[in-house]
């Protein structure tokens, strides 16, 4: 059978059609409709919506309708969301195109690099292998091993990364407790909980995923203040581990092992740590290399003299070196998930075209008007919510893109910080618990065949409400309790 009759019998795919159709058709819609209303805030300043602003939202319209349904690859509707910008007048090409080498984007490029570092040079492996010959064979310290393993991978690899890396060692552990392919309830837990901790762990660190870098570069675009790397480990940290035990925990309750130990498990890792010889070379410089990138972006809150140092030209040090040294080559250069970056480069571009035209800050008045008579924490929790919605239905760095500029000028009208706008966000952001398409390793994990997507989505549901209370938990006591400012002095 030739190429052109495998197309011909292909089906066709209505709905992927119907979705490639609709997002143009609401770009056109919203970018030759009449003006809109004025968005006018609780002092009676008017804010109008200009046709490069209206532009912006048709763009987003676009954007997101083929960023959900996957009409095309992820990258491509990121070049789309530049194109358009430029062949409408929305922006400049010269503005539409910049976000596309932000430096955000670049140190997403040189975290990525570092998972493939460890990934080729098998520092994941060796280290998985000791865990498990460390918590041995109970159950119960399998699902702890595992889950520690996969939140301390995301402190310098993106927890996509992870995710892949983790999964085929998780495989081989299923496969020695007996039960072949059948689902069992430790199935469950073990990859469910590897989807969920991943996200739980990228929030602790930058190099976690790509979504802390871009919140940062917002914010420090929109309120031209800095987050070190230290001061967004600092208050990660005790949300993202605490969130790690409560899901090990979650996981005993909702699906506890049917055996409380997997004989044989011990003897077989043994095999497979001494199989791998003696520390390489190349896993001795990778780990030297990161852990030096690591110390020096943690220094820089510390030392005056090196704040001013960008880091993500820190960071891409680190990937000149891998190559220079021969740990990398042109063919792993090629293997880079170029469709991913493109990701991240079109989400900074629309946030920042939201941001520039007005049409954030319209968004954002508009969306005042539910608020203007709420209490703080009510407006913190309701825009979290909204972020941990929308990220269980588009890419979280989308769902930041286009949340936070409008979330971070609604928050002075209510005297809150941004710092805990930001936080906050992020925290949802980092978790989607809901729906498969909500974050890659939720993919990764289900293509274990262990739980079906209403699975996913029914103790998601319950895992989510535990997550708003906990960023709820730290929003009003742990935060502060830090040092946070989470309001802003009453005015005069």
């Known amino acids: 059978m030739s190429a052109a009759e495998v197309v011909q019998n292909k089906p066709i795919n209505w709905s992927k059609l119907f979705f490639m159709f609709l997002g143009p058709a609401l770009f056109f819609t919203v970018y030759y409709s009449p003006p809109w209303p004025d968005a006018i805030d609780p002092l009676g300043v008017s804010f109008a919506l200009s046709p490069e602003a209206k532009g912006a939202l048709a763009v987003f319209l676009w954007a997101g309708i083929w960023w959900v349904f996957e009409v095309v690859p992820i990258g491509v509707t990121s070049l789309l969301i530049g194109t358009l910008q430029a062949l409408f007048f929305i922006r400049p090409a010269r ?55 996969t939140a301390f991978l995301t402190l310098f690899m993106a927890h996509t990364a992870v995710a892949a890396t983790v999964y085929p060692l998780l495989l081989a552990i299923y496969s020695l407790y007996g039960e072949g392919d059948k689902v069992t309830k430790f199935g469950k837990g073990l990859f469910i909980g590897m989807a969920y901790v991943a996200g739980a762990g990228s929030i602790i660190c930058l190099l976690g995923a790509a979504r802390g870098m871009v919140a940062l570069g917002f914010y420090k675009e929109l309120m031209d203040t800095d987050i070190t790397f230290f001061e967004y480990f600092y208050y990660n940290l005790p949300l993202g581990a605490l969130m790690v035990v409560i899901l090990w925990a979650f996981m005993m309750v909702f699906f506890k092992p049917e055996k409380a130990t997997i004989p044989g498990l011990r003897k077989k890792v043994d095999e497979l740590d001494k199989n791998m010889g003696p520390v390489t070379r190349n896993e001795i410089l990778a780990g030297a290399i990161v852990l030096g990138v ?16 960008n880091k993500a030209a820190v960071l891409l040090v680190s990937t000149i070196t891998f190559f220079i040294i021969k740990i990398l080559d042109i063919n792993d250069l090629e293997a880079i998930p170029w469709n991913i970056i493109l990701l991240f480069a079109g989400a900074m571009s629309i946030g920042f075209c939201l941001w520039e035209t007005g049409a954030a800050q319209w ?7 539910i608020f203007q008579e709420a209490h703080w924490f009510v407006f913190v929790m309701g825009m979290t919510f909204f972020v941990l919605i929308m990220t269980n239905f588009i890419m979280n760095v989308a769902a930041i893109a286009i949340s936070l500029p409008v979330a971070l000028v609604v928050a002075p009208y209510l005297g809150v910080s941004g710092e805990v706008i930001l936080f906050a966000s992020l925290a949802a952001a980092g978790m989607p618990f809901l729906l498969l398409v909500g974050a890659a390793p939720n993919a990764i994990a289900y293509d274990s065949k262990q739980f079906t997507s209403g699975e996913f989505f029914k103790y998601g549901t319950i895992a989510s409400a535990i997550l708003m209370a906990m960023i709820g938990l730290f929003v009003m006591v742990v935060w502060p309790i830090m040092g946070m400012q989470v309001t802003l002095p009453a005015a005069g």
Do not use: H
């Open 95 to 149: 503005e539409a195109f910049r976000a596309f080498m932000d430096p955000s984007v670049l140190f997403i490029f040189g975290s990525i690099v570092i998972g493939i570092v460890f990934t080729k040079t098998g520092l994941t492996r060796r280290l998985a292998y000791k865990m498990l010959k460390i918590v041995g064979e109970r159950t119960s310290m399998i699902y702890l091993g595992c889950f520690f393993v």
């Open 294 to 309: 690591i110390a020096f972006m943690s220094l820089q809150s510390f030392i005056p003299a090196l704040a001013d140092y």
């Open 363 to 369: 968004l954002a008045v508009n969306w005042l008007t």
